[in-house]
């Protein structure tokens, strides 16, 4: 059987700052917390948020029989300008070196199973689900020594794979001051910078967000502790 550690080597040999794997499932809190968020109004002009939300919260309809998620990590610092090109091509690596390891049949025949910002997929929610790191106040997914400044990939598997995660961690930003969970603690940094005050305790108001209109903001990621390394 795959183990989730030597798929991890792999991921790290062809260049990923990290990876992990999760079992593949419905993401039951996520499409709770999403059709709230949604709902209320806070994703603005993200309309493609209301299409496809099945899929989106549930990978097995979008790759069938899906039985484990493996997310790789890429940091902006490698990824160059084109991100979307750096992690996939990272992807279809990895991918050939594990054919060549386990057999291609691990991989869906088919159906597209390389995703990086391309499909609907909740890439972000998929990286804490495999013990990746955190969303943090900002609405960021962290990792604790990456930070936030990081472009995840996926890679579906048709198999199971030994120490992938299955439980389903405290993820959800209701619960991200959870004591069980590296976090943010006492930190609310990231809502005191944001000009827009786009930020509350549990909610991120898209309408509000300057990234959201111009992708030119990232004051709440710029004052966090854990990019401190980085600016
Ligand atoms: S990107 Fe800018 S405007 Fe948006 S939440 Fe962060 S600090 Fe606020
Ligand atoms: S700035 Fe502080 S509160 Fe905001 S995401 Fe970073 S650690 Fe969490």
Same mark, same amino acid.
Request: charged residues 25%; proline residues 5%.
């Given at each position: 059987?795959?183990?989730?550690?030597?798929?991890?080597?792999?991921?790290?040999?062809?260049?990923?700052?990290?990876?992990?794997?999760?079992?593949?499932?419905?993401?039951?809190?996520?499409?709770?917390?999403?059709?709230?968020?949604?709902?209320?109004?806070?994703?603005?002009?993200?309309?493609?948020?209301?299409?496809?939300?099945?899929?989106?919260?549930?990978?097995?309809?979008?790759?069938?029989?899906?039985?484990?998620?493996?997310?790789?990590l890429?940091s902006?610092?490698?990824?160059?300008?084109?991100?979307?090109?750096?992690?996939?091509?990272?992807?279809?690596? =990895?991918? +050939?070196r594990?054919? /060549? @390891?386990?057999?291609?049949?691990?991989?869906?025949?088919? #159906?597209?199973? !390389?995703?990086?910002?391309?499909?609907?997929?909740?890439?972000?929610?998929?990286a804490?689900?495999?013990?990746?790191?955190f969303?943090?106040?900002?609405h960021?997914?962290?990792h604790?020594?990456?930070?936030?400044?990081v472009?995840?990939?996926?890679?579906?598997?048709?198999?199971?794979?030994?120490?992938?995660?299955?439980?389903?961690?405290?993820s959800?930003?209701?619960?991200?001051?959870?004591?069980?969970?590296?976090?943010?603690?006492?930190c609310?940094?990231?809502?005191?910078?944001?000009?827009?005050?786009? =930020?509350? +305790?549990?909610?991120? /108001? @898209?309408?509000?967000?300057?990234?959201?209109?111009?992708? #030119?903001?990232? !004051?709440?990621?710029?004052?966090?502790?854990?990019?401190?390394?980085?600016?």
């Open positions: 059987m795959l183990d989730s550690d030597s798929i991890r080597r792999l991921a790290l040999e062809v260049g990923f700052d990290d990876a992990g794997c999760a079992a593949a499932r419905r993401l039951d809190s996520d499409a709770r917390f999403m059709d709230e968020w949604v709902d209320a109004g806070l994703a603005g002009e993200m309309s493609y948020l209301e299409r496809n939300r099945d899929l989106r919260y549930d990978i097995r309809l979008l790759v069938p029989e899906a039985k484990t998620v493996v997310v790789c890429l902006y610092a490698k990824s160059g300008r084109d991100y979307h090109r750096a992690v996939k091509s990272k992807l279809y690596e =990895l991918k +050939q594990m054919a /060549d @390891a386990y057999g291609s049949d691990i991989f869906h025949p088919e #159906k597209q199973h !390389i995703f990086c910002d391309s499909a609907p997929v909740l890439e972000r929610r998929w804490v689900e495999a013990g990746l790191g969303i943090g106040r900002n960021q997914f962290i604790p020594i990456l930070g936030s400044l472009h995840p990939g996926e890679l579906v598997l048709q198999v199971s794979v030994a120490g992938a995660r299955s439980a389903e961690p405290v959800s930003p209701a619960d991200i001051t959870s004591p069980a969970y590296p976090g943010c603690g006492d609310h940094r990231c809502i005191e910078s944001c000009p827009r005050q786009a =930020l509350g +305790q549990s909610e991120w /108001d @898209a309408r509000r967000c300057i990234a959201y209109d111009t992708h #030119k903001c990232i !004051i709440c990621q710029q004052n966090c502790p854990y990019n401190e390394k980085l600016f």
